[in-house]
T-cell receptor
C-alpha cells in the first residue's frame, strides 16, 4: 500500500468519550503533520513531528494529544472534546522539514469527526 | 506571520470555459504547492513550484510562480466537470516548518 492512510474515515463520539485517530505513511518520509479543517475555514496546522520529535504545537487545546511512536505512524488521542471540535482531521507527511521541494506535503483522506 | 490569500473565493462556470485563480502574499516563499480537494477527501497535490517565474503545465492546467516568489496563478483551459473542487495553495516559508495554506477557491464546473 502506498501513500498516506488514515483510520477511521468517520467517527462519531460523545463529549465524554476517549478515541484515537491513526495515520500511517508508506512514503519513507521523516515529517508528519496533523491538520484540522472546519467548514469555511482554512486548514489549521495542529502539530508537526520531525523524526518522531514534536517540533510545533500551534496552541492546540490539551484535549488533543498527539503521539508519534516512529516515523511512519502518527496518532491523535482525543478526550473530552467539544461539539466545536467536529471537523475533518487530516494527516500529512513530507520528506523533511526544510526548504524547497522536500516541504511538499502529501495528505491522507482524513477522518470526519462528529462530536455530539 | 506569513499569510496566503486566494481569489476568487467561489467560482461557478460552464463546461468549456477558461478560468484563472490566484494565490497572493506579501511574503516570499521558498516553494509553493497547489492542491485540489474533493468533498470528504484530503487535498491531492497537483504541482510544486520552486523557482521565481517558473511555469508548469499539467494537461489543461498551467501554474505560474511569480518572479518574486510571492504569488502564483492557476489557469485551467476548457474546464470540465471533473475539475470541480476546492483549490488550495500552500507555501513553505524560509523557516522550515512554517507551512501555510490559503483559504482556497471553490470551483464548480457545470455540464
Amino acid at each position: 500500500e502506498t501513500g498516506v492512510t488514515q483510520t477511521p474515515r468517520h467517527l462519531v463520539m460523545g463529549m465524554t468519550n476517549k478515541k484515537s485517530l491513526k495515520c500511517e505513511q508508506h512514503l519513507g518520509h521523516n515529517a508528519m503533520y496533523w491538520y484540522k479543517q472546519s467548514a469555511k475555514k482554512p486548514l489549521e496546522l495542529m502539530f508537526v513531528y520531525s523524526l518522531e520529535e514534536r517540533v510545533e504545537n500551534n496552541s492546540v487545546p490539551s484535549r488533543f494529544s498527539p503521539e508519534c511512536p516512529n516515523s511512519s505512524h502518527l496518532f491523535l488521542h482525543l478526550h473530552t472534546l467539544q461539539p466545536e471540535d467536529s471537523a475533518l482531521y487530516l494527516c500529512a507527511s513530507s520528506q523533511d522539514i526544510g526548504q524547497g521541494t522536500t516541504d511538499t506535503q502529501y495528505f491522507g483522506p482524513g477522518t470526519r469527526l462528529t462530536v455530539l | 506571520t506569513q499569510l496566503l490569500e486566494q481569489s476568487p473565493q467561489f467560482l461557478s462556470i460552464q463546461e468549456g470555459e477558461n478560468l484563472t485563480v490566484y494565490c497572493n502574499s506579501s511574503s516570499v516563499f521558498s516553494s509553493l504547492q497547489w492542491y485540489r480537494q474533493e468533498p470528504g477527501e484530503g487535498p491531492v497535490l497537483l504541482v510544486t513550484v520552486v523557482t521565481g517565474g517558473e511555469v508548469k503545465k499539467l494537461k489543461r492546467l498551467t501554474f505560474q510562480f511569480g518572479d518574486a516568489r510571492k504569488d502564483s496563478s492557476l489557469h485551467i483551459t476548457a474546464a470540465q466537470p471533473g475539475d470541480t473542487g476546492l483549490y488550495l495553495c500552500a507555501g513553505a516559508g524560509n523557516y522550515g516548518q512554517n507551512f501555510v495554506f490559503g483559504p482556497g477557491t471553490r470551483l464548480s464546473v457545470l455540464p
